[in-house]
């Protein structure tokens, strides 16, 4: 008799997250829409801005943010090598289109992430609070954030953006809440015992000395919103992960094997030349 | 100008706890009844950090508070700033029990009153050396320009110039712990708290370091409390030393009474390496019941008193104790034998002098220079004491009792050979 669970004690969860989301559908609908109608600004300016860029320009800027990142010749030219094969494997535009879902993503992620994570590291509290959160959002399957994404605001690009921040934004709040909570204890008593406020602190100390771990973070959410952004295609992104889908529905390994690897490429362009920042700052201070 | 000995800073009973959630109250009676540190960490599971420390720093003092680790000492020194929160007691600088502050009260005292220098330096590692020693400056919301003024003064005091733009990590360590002072010095503190700034050295820059900041004390008149477990340190830089134990002061002396005169025999352990002839003055060494006469007293019973002390000169003083001159034992008795009296004439030299704060190594030229008794004397002329060849020895044998290196030099030796340096010859003994 038990092998089969009872069906009257069962939670029918489903239908409230539905009611939920219809009833702030109904209710916040300006708001949502407020949020779309500023994210979709922000995202088409980056794209025109993006691709009003002449193909040259963007390898040379390439080559130079390289340069600077991690002051080696080779990582320079295979850095700009990268770039120049999603070109000449026809995907450029479409690798432009995902830069800019990519940027706009991280900056959103950076900008309520920060906050968060700083809330975190300060009070014990809402670590506690925020801290299963995460481990949920981290765990949850990816496609699920699409649903609701897709509801409140329908198909496109901003959904795609909303999406990818939910997925990427907890390792930079949890690698923001590590870093200020590691910052060594001398430094910040030093500030202290000079009248500098909690704000000063902040400002002069941790927010400073947490840098590097803040960028681990904000590298490990680039990574995740270009892995996020294939998903994101699904409800309409445009880009390199259409291209992947598009594949998936075609039958066509070859094409989706040139697609991912510019999103590979892509991935890596980015990885190594914030990480040589992050790097460089990091000597500085040490 | 402020009076130079007003109490700048003071502790009344001031207790930390730790680990004393819910019984706070009842281990303060305890201590209050005097039960032990251990016993109040066995029986109530809390542990004493600091127990009644109360202490005065006056303007212009250099105060040592040392201890070995564990001590609490580290503990006192940041309860006085509220960087750790005292569990009880008051602490007044000037004249404001600044336990009683708030928050903003607690971070104005902090920006106008006081500076500390840390241990592990506590710089900003992503500033420059400028940026840092400006720090205390910018939080009190100072100008751009005036702040860049006062750091680079006071990295210039350092001897850090020329080094204003690099960061922190580029410097040694004793270049990083100037970087520390200049930040405190730049601040223009009333009260400099130092956490063992030099403990982090080796041991030879520590020693310049120690120098060149006892130097910069006196120049600039800081009152100073610092915070060591070096003996050497706290000889050397205090005016006044507190020696605690076991989160208790168990003595506050001068350096010279802590080593002739410990409280106890913990402190006497800790200071019977110390070479007590490197701060001795001439007030430790001087016999304060000089042989004295007076013009006009006879001869006979002055010669009885110097036979008696067995010291072979005698001062002439005047009735308020002022020294007029200094007669020999040949003089004396030469005028005791045809039954005169002393009078000041022939024969009355001009004595050597020194205050009661001269150190022993300006002693011995003194010393030497004279076949009588060195008189020391106030700044009026009054004589307070004086120093025979043989007290200044006596005064050394205990630091040679000591001298591992040299087993043989026994200080009765010693005593013996100076016992007829000082004597008459023997031609006066004969008589």
Known sequence: MFNEFPETIEIDLRTRVNDAISWLLDNFGGLFDFIAAVIRTVLLNLEDAITWLPWPLVLGLIALLAWTATRSPLNTVVLTGLMVMIGMFGYYDLAMITLAIIIAAVLISFIIGLPIGILAAQSDKADAVIRPLLDGAQTMPAFVYLIPALMFFGLGRVPAVIATVTYAVPPLIRLTNLGIRTVTQSAIEAATAYGATPRQILRDVQLPLALPTIMAGVNQTTMMALAMVVIASMIGAEGLGQEVLLAINRIDPGRGFEAGLCIVALAVIIDRITQGFADQYKESIS | ?431
């Open chain 2, 1 to 431: 100008m402020a009076d130079e000995n007003a109490v700048l800073l003071e502790c009344r009973k001031v207790s930390k706890l730790f680990n004393d959630e819910g019984n706070t109250q009842q281990v303060l009676k305890a201590i209050r009844d005097g039960v032990g540190k251990d016993e109040i960490q066995e029986k109530l599971g809390t542990v004493v950090g600091v127990r009644e420390a109360s202490f005065k720093v006056h303007r212009g003092e250099f105060f040592v508070i040392m201890g070995l680790s564990g001590s609490g000492k580290s503990t006192l020194i940041r309860t006085l700033i509220r960087l750790i929160e005292p569990t009880d007691g008051e602490i007044i600088i000037d004249g404001e029990d600044i336990t009683k502050l708030s928050e903003d009260g607690m971070r104005k005292v902090r920006r106008n009153k006081v500076a500390m220098v840390f241990q592990h330096y506590g710089l900003l590692p992503h500033k420059t050396v400028l940026e840092n020693a400006e720090y205390g400056l910018k939080t009190r919301g100072i100008s751009w320009k005036e702040r860049r003024e006062k750091a680079q003064g006071a990295i210039d005091r350092v001897g850090l110039s020329g080094w204003e733009s690099y960061r922190p990590s580029a410097l040694s360590g004793g270049m990083q712990q100037r970087v520390g002072l200049a930040r405190a010095l730049s601040h223009d503190p009333d009260i400099l708290l130092m956490d063992e700034p030099f403990s982090g050295l080796d041991p030879i820059v520590r020693r310049q370091m120690q120098q060149e900041f006892g130097r910069l004390q006196n120049e600039e008149d800081l009152t100073t409390i610092l915070v060591t477990h070096d003996l050497d340190e706290a000889l050397m830089l205090g005016d006044r030393i507190a020696i605690m134990r076991d989160g208790e002061i168990i003595q506050i002396a001068t350096p010279d009474q802590l080593v002739t005169n410990p409280a106890d025999d913990y402190v006497a352990s800790f200071v019977e390496g110390a070479s007590p002839a490197r701060f001795m003055v001439a007030r430790s060494v001087m016999s304060d019941d000089p042989l004295t006469a007076r013009d006009g007293d006879s001869a006979e019973s002055a010669v009885e008193m110097m036979r008696e002390r067995k010291i072979w000169s005698t001062f002439i003083v005047d009735g308020g104790n002022k020294v007029q001159g200094v007669m020999s034992w040949e003089t004396i008795q030469r005028l005791a034998q045809s039954g005169g009296t002393l009078h000041l004439g022939t024969g009355v030299r001009k004595p050597v002098t020194c205050d009661s704060e001269t150190p022993i190594d300006e002693l011995f030229p003194l010393v030497l220079n004279t076949r009588h008794p060195v008189a020391v004397v106030d700044d009026r002329g009054t004589l307070q004491g004086m120093i025979t060849k043989n007290m200044l020895l006596e005064a050394l044998a205990h630091d040679i009792d000591y001298d591992e290196e040299d087993p043989e030099s026994k200080p009765d030796l010693v005593a013996s050979e100076v016992e007829t340096s000082n004597q008459p010859s023997n031609e006066v003994t004969s008589v």
